[in-house]
């Protein structure tokens, strides 16, 4: 009998209705011969309502009373959809993190999976249950709840079928699978029909948020392959998977956006050894995450540093580094907020030149200023306006002839010839 692992998100389990409708499809899965495994997110909103709540009730909630609090949302949800699929007359049961065997870590809010035994879980199977889990947390070896990072269920659901060693990973949600961009901001965007892990991995960190980049992480470390598609519509998603040499045909597999991020430069600053680790660690010492950096050519003996951080941070970050800026010698310091950061994504550019040059250009010819520069082996990454990162993104999505996803030998611009045609 196969084994499949399937993953709610909040969107698809968000009404009675729509969870009524996912027991259906539990049901009709276990009829086509198959032992069901599902992960299952808190309804829609409800993770944002009890943050909220959190925060009205302090300013600084204890992380261990955070994670009791925002695991329930997912206890919630699991225990509905066990009762629909009950009430429909199939055999439901649901489970904690916990009780799923989900041994992590003790770093509360953003806990890393240490381990699962899924003893229980096959237990159940053996018994003919459909077993919903509840996603997005686990516990301590102490036995303390914790919960796994935002879009966390994802996670679950590839850890769980990675140790039951499932068929197959499905992870159903809003949308049709994932995209040249998201739908929401480019409305041309198609779904792509497979893709390599490091390139979702590299669309996830930088703010394609339909997957969890650490799941997406934990399925190229352990080899899952999973597929993300509708759970409103039947029909192929996208098959996330190891690389093959075709996909190297494909210049640039997709965009993405990052928004609500800051950038500071540190103007001035003294070439020698040891300077940007004394900034570096100050930020560290604060668990501030630094995206970008960059250090401009010395000129006299000094430098520009700039970095990237969420725009939270800026606060945070702005009162490490006044005072350490006098002490460093540099000359200023300057911050902006409300900047973006625009990826384009895509293992054939390891194989073919010229894609920097083109989105440069692009963004050229149309008065969008790029602010920083990052590039990665399978990325290049801007730094724009955010009032211009809209723009940016369907007009990048289009000179890449991204939603047609031409193969690279038939790309028509200048500047995508190849290396090996050269
Ligand atoms: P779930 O609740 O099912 O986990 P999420 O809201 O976390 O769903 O993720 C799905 C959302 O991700 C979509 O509604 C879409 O707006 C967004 N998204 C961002 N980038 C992409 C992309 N490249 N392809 C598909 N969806 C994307
Ligand atoms: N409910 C959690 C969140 O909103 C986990 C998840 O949906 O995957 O982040
Ligand atoms: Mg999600």
């Known amino acids: 009998m196969r084994l499949v692992v399937q993953k709610y998100g909040g969107t698809s389990v968000g009404t009675p209705e729509r969870i009524r409708s996912v027991a259906r499809r539990l049901i009709e899965t276990q009829r086509n011969s198959c032992q069901v495994v599902v992960v299952i997110s808190a309804m829609a909103g409800v993770t944002d309502n009890l943050l909220t709540l959190a ?67 096959h237990e159940l199977l053996e018994d003919g249950y459909i077993v919903v889990v509840a996603g997005f947390q686990g516990q301590t070896p102490e036995g303390e709840t914790t919960t796994l990072g935002r879009g966390g269920s994802d996670l679950t659901a590839i850890a769980l079928a990675g140790a039951l060693n499932a068929d197959a990973c499905q992870i159903f949600t809003d949308v049709d699978g994932v995209f040249t961009c998201d739908p929401r901001i480019v409305k041309e965007a198609e779904k792509v029909d497979e893709m390599a892990y490091d390139e979702l991995l590299e669309m996830a960190g930088s703010g394609a948020k339909v997957m969890q980049s650490r799941a997406v992480e934990f399925a190229k470390k352990f080899g899952v392959e999973f597929e993300v598609r509708s759970s409103f519509k039947t029909g192929a998603g996208t098959v996330t998977r190891e690389e093959t040499p075709s ?14 991020q800051a950038k500071l430069s540190i103007a001035g600053v003294p070439d020698q050894p040891g300077i940007a680790a004394r900034i570096f660690s100050d930020i560290g010492a604060a668990h501030i995450i630094v995206d970008m950096i960059v250090q401009n050519a010395s000129i006299e003996g000094t430098t520009d540093i700039s970095f990237t951080i969420h725009e939270d941070e800026l606060e945070n970050a702005r009162k490490i580094l006044m005072p350490a800026v006098g002490r460093l010698g540099a000359k200023q310091l300057n911050t902006t907020s409300g900047v973006a950061k625009l990826s384009v994504v895509g293992i054939g550019m390891r194989s073919h030149s010229g894609v920097a040059a083109r989105l440069f250009e692009c963004l050229g010819r149309n008065s969008i200023n790029i602010q920083l520069v990052s590039t990665s082996e399978i990325k290049i990454a801007v730094i724009v306006d955010e009032k211009e990162a809209q723009r940016a993104a369907q007009l990048v999505h289009a000179e890449f002839g991204l939603g047609r996803l031409l193969p690279a030998a038939s790309a028509t611009h200048p500047l995508a010839r190849s290396t090996t045609d050269s």
């Open 247 to 260: 996909m190297e045909d494909v210049v640039v597999r997709g965009i993405s956006l990052d928004r609500h």
């Open 55 to 121: 925060h009205e009730i302090s300013r600084q909630p204890t992380q261990r009373e955070l994670d009791i609090l925002l695991s329930t949302g997912e206890h919630a949800a699991a225990a509905l959809i066990a009762m629909a699929v009950n009430a429909l007359g199939g055999r439901g049961i649901s489970l904690t993190g916990a009780q799923a065997g989900i041994l992590t870590d003790r770093s509360h809010t953003k806990a890393r999976i240490a381990n699962v035994s899924p003893k229980q879980i």
